[in-house]
């Protein structure tokens, strides 16, 4: 069993940046002549941030979510076509916010900017969050790679708990004694974004878009 989670961030915004695409070729190649079982880690930002409702395995991807949306759908074209064209037994985990110690996306970053600052919340932070601990994407790994009927498949990984924005940061907050958390009301913010594009144009803008979402 190969269970693969390397991903080159330094490739992501690169014009001509494949190395992360050949690396899964070439992993994918090697599993397929071993005879091995394949689990590859992706991300459930391959399916973006839906403006309302759950989403599931069904939902189509979204490459023109974010660059880095992009290149994690690139490299599970390339494990699905590997086992549907060549029979390589693969399975792909699609996590959502993974926190747990060390995370910097969703753990330490969160923590310091509770510490040093504030930290905006749309609407009081009532959209879904969706972590995960990391913990239980691990436990998802080890059964997935013993569960034939995984073969093939593509799994969500998230918590067993809806959690919202608020609770999430609150946690956070708890850990530190503090209170840094702020709301800002969706019409405020979808302000700023037309503010935005007027002023930076519409990358930066595109950003406060995503907030904008609700979850």
Not at 67 to 86: G, M, N, T
């Amino acid at each position: 069993i190969v269970f693969n989670l390397a991903f080159d961030f330094s490739e992501v915004n690169k014009r001509d940046g494949r190395m992360n695409t050949v690396n899964a070729d070439n992993l994918c190649r090697s599993a397929l002549r071993h005879g091995v079982t394949l689990v590859h880690v992706s991300t459930g930002d391959v399916y973006g941030w839906p403006e309302r409702g759950p989403i599931d395995e069904a939902q189509p991807r979204r490459p023109d979510f974010s660059p880095y949306a992009s290149a994690k759908i690139d490299i599970e074209d390339i494990v699905l076509k590997y086992q549907r064209d060549r029979g390589l037994r693969a399975i792909i985990l699609q996590p959502t916010l993974v926190y747990g110690p060390y995370s910097g996306p969703w753990t330490t970053t969160p923590l310091r900017q509770l510490r040093e600052g504030e930290v905006v919340l749309v609407d009081g932070g009532l959209g879904t969050c969706n972590p995960v601990y990391v913990d239980d994407v691990v436990a998802a790994m080890v059964s997935a790679s013993t569960n034939d009927e995984a073969i093939g498949k593509s799994f969500l990984i998230s918590g067993p708990d809806t959690v919202t924005w608020e609770q999430f940061y609150s946690h956070y907050e708890g850990i530190l004694d503090t209170k840094s958390t702020i709301s800002i009301s969706t019409v405020e913010l979808r302000t700023m974004i037309e503010s935005a594009k007027r002023r930076n144009g519409r990358s930066f803008a595109g950003t406060l878009s995503r907030l904008a979402a609700p979850l």
